[in-house]
């Protein structure tokens, strides 16, 4: 087979593909109807400045959870609380016969 025989239906078939694609495109160009505009509103959305800086809240919070671990500690001291054993403790009772 020779290369014309080989290549002639394709070259058809994208010559006949790219025609009707250009076929369709002018006729969807012809008349239509211009869009019609529409008048938006424009609405606002009403917002406050934050005086807090997010990065120093993270670090006051960091602060605030270490002081309350802390002052648990303290409490716990001034109760005796260190004394207890935080689990029961088992015990092996030994019977001498």
């Known amino acids: 087979m020779n290369a014309i025989s080989t290549y002639s239906l394709p070259i058809f078939l994208a010559l006949v593909v790219h025609a009707g694609i ?7 160009f012809e008349s239509k109807e211009l869009p019609s505009t529409v008048d ?3 609405y ?5 400045v934050v005086d807090k800086n997010p990065h120093t809240v993270e670090k006051e919070q960091k602060k605030q959870k270490k002081q ?5 500690r303290h409490h716990e001291i001034r109760r005796g609380d260190w004394l207890k054993p935080k689990r029961p403790v ?3 009772s030994i019977e001498i016969s």
């Not at 250009?22 to 969807?28: G, P, S």
């Not at 606002?44 to 406050?48: G, K, M, N, Q, V």
């Not at 309350?68 to 648990?72: I, L």
């Open 90 to 92: 088992r015990t092996r």
């Open 40 to 42: 938006v509103e424009p």
């Open 68 to 72: 309350k671990a802390q002052n648990a």
């Open 22 to 28: 250009a076929a369709l495109v002018m006729m969807n």
């Open 44 to 48: 606002y959305i009403e917002a406050s």
